[in-house]
Each structure stands twice: as structure tokens, then as C-alpha cells.
């Protein structure tokens, strides 16, 4: 565990904290005016390892070599010339800081997108310390800045991770449906059921790895969640008539994968970050990493609770908040998150290859 203290004057600024990995949808943007939760969960902290955040050098300013170093292989309509390291963390684990009156209009029309830098000022001492977000479309987080504090380690050992075993038995899965309000309105009021914005980020990043390990050839996939998430994006971006490759999901609590399983879904864990690795004698398929909490609610899909045919809920039952949300009536196919999809893709160094980085350039939405 750990407390973020100011580096200036060394006063706490957060509660003690646990490290978990980057969400995949820390930076997303969600469609326009949409209502998003907090990003982290209570007691967590988590690291963006690239520079992110202003100063930003458009691509044509950037030297090819410069890019590649940073670990981008492909054009990009900006990179972050801010420091490295920056820490996410829940607007409630935060205290001990002020607004800085200056950058608080830095947003959209509901509140703080960060645009102009740090938000947040470390009370005792006035040093600019944080980015508060919590404009619409966007995930709410304060964000440390990495040059204006310092980590300090609390006393006590922390427990270790959970196993696979324990994670399956305790863990819940992440429902691929669930309620969306626009800012300003009250759930009760205005709501409806959508795909999950963390799947469709999830899906994103897991794309541009299927992409990779496709080698240019059509993948198949089974049915199920997992054809409702992937399966007409692969079939319209990879060609039609080479022998294809089969991607299946596989990670505890599951059969092995067949034999003829060439690419494998397989979870990260939500503690470490680690991808789940298969038996040796699957150790030559790709991996695909997916979130655990999407890929179990794709492995083992909750039923649904059948919604009566007509008159009202029993009292006291709310089903967005008592049951796993069914999917809405007439809901609209899945669609991919474009922006993690490219972000993702620009970073794998087989963008490289002429067919990938064609498509890059040619498809800029889905």
C-alpha cells in the first residue's frame, strides 16, 4: 500500500492506495454527453507507463526514429510530450488539494476534461499537483501528476494476489450490458441499456491483436458473445479465401482448447496484469488478451431475467441494479471502440507489414 504525498511540501494527498493495472478504457471517449462512472475502484491507484497529456507534438513534427522509440510504429495525430508515470485514481481517494480557479473551465459543456494541464493544487503549499476529469463522455478520475509528487510506502505486508482459482470463485464478471444516462438527468428518469463501454474498449484492443495474429487470413470465431463482439468486424476486415485460423476462448475454468485452436482469448488478471497462460501443449497459439471481468461474463454468460410481458416490477426491485440487464430490444450490433483499436495497433511493431498498416490508413471507423 501507498500514500501519494505532495513533493513540494510533503503533505498526504490521497488515502493509502493499492496498484492494479491500467484499465484498457482509462482514456476513453464515449459517445457525446454521455454520463460515465468513476474509472478506479476504491483503495486502488493505477500508472499510465507513456507521457500523457499537454504538451502534444502532432505526428509531422515527430522524427520516425524518435516515434519508434517510444514504442510507435505508425502515424498518430499527436504524441504526449508530458512526463511518463502519471497515477489514476478515484476522485474520492483524493484530499488535501484545492481547485486552480484559472484552469477549472478547462472542459466541454459539464465540467473538467484536463486540456490545459493540472486542475488541482496541493492545499498546503499551493503546488500544482493533479488533473481532476469529470466532463461528460469521459471516465472521472483524478490523475497525479508524476513530477509534483512522491509515492511513500505504508508500513504493514499486503496480501498476495489471488490465484486463478480464488480470482474464478471471487471474482464477478463484467456485464456486457448496462444502463446509460445522459449528464444532468437522474437514472430513474432517463436511461436505457447499450453494450458496455468497457467492452467496447476491451474489444478494441483485443481486435488489433486478432489482426496480428490472423497473419492476413479470415478468423473464425464460435458462437455466442464472442461472435456478437467480434465476428462481423473480422469478417469485414480480413480477406475471404485462405484457409482461415480459429481464435476460441480459453483460461481457467475451461476445457483445454481443440486441437485445430490457433488464436486463444485468454483473461488478464484484474491484480498483476498478467495474461493467463495456456498448457504447454497449446503454448504456440496466440494470445489475446481481454479484461477478466469481459472475458468471464464472455466465457460463463449470466441468464438473463425474463421481463414480464406486461404490467409493472415487484415492489422494491430495480433490474438494471438485482439482475444482469438483458439485452435492450432491438439493441443496435456491437460496435468496436475505433480510437483504442488504432491506439493499440499503432504500438504492436506488425502494423509495420504493408497489409496492416494499409488497412490503418484506410480504416478510420467501424
Known sequence: MFVFVCAGCGADLTAPLGQVPLPVHA????GNGIQLPVLMEPGTFAVEPEPWGP?????????????????????????????????????????????IPENRGSGYCCGLDGASGP??????????????????????????????????????????????????????????????????????????????????????RALAHLLVASDGRPVTVPDGLIADVFRSTLDALLPVGPPPRHAVLAGPGLPGPEADADILLVPTHPQTGRTWAPAEWAASASLVPLPF??????????????????????????PEEDYPLPPPRHHPPFRVDGAIFRATLVRLPAVRTPWLRELLDHQRRF
Open 119 to 204: 486542475n488541482l493544487a496541493c492545499a498546503a503549499c499551493g503546488r500544482p499537483v493533479a488533473t481532476r476529469i469529470d466532463d461528460c463522455s469521459l471516465w472521472q478520475a483524478v490523475w497525479l501528476d508524476p513530477t509534483a509528487v512522491r509515492r511513500v510506502p505504508m508500513a504493514g505486508a499486503e496480501a498476495p494476489p489471488l490465484s486463478w482459482a480464488e480470482l474464478m470463485r471471487s471474482g464477478e464478471g463484467t456485464p456486457p450490458f448496462e444502463p446509460l444516462t445522459q449528464w444532468g438527468s437522474r437514472p430513474e428518469e432517463q436511461w436505457w441499456a447499450s453494450w458496455s463501454p468497457r467492452w467496447e474498449a476491451a474489444a478494441g
Open 55 to 99: 504538451p502534444w507534438r502532432r505526428w509531422a513534427d515527430i522524427d520516425p526514429g524518435e516515434a519508434e522509440a517510444r514504442g510507435v510504429f505508425a502515424p498518430v495525430h499527436a504524441l504526449s510530450d508530458g512526463a511518463p508515470g502519471a497515477v489514476v485514481i478515484a476522485p474520492g481517494e483524493s484530499h488535501g488539494t484545492v481547485l
Open 293 to 318: 471481468g469481459v472475458w468471464r461474463s464472455m466465457a460463463f454468460p449470466e441468464p438473463y431475467l425474463p421481463v414480464p410481458r406486461s404490467g409493472r416490477m415487484p415492489a422494491g426491485v430495480r
Open 27 to 30: 482514456h476513453q471517449h464515449y
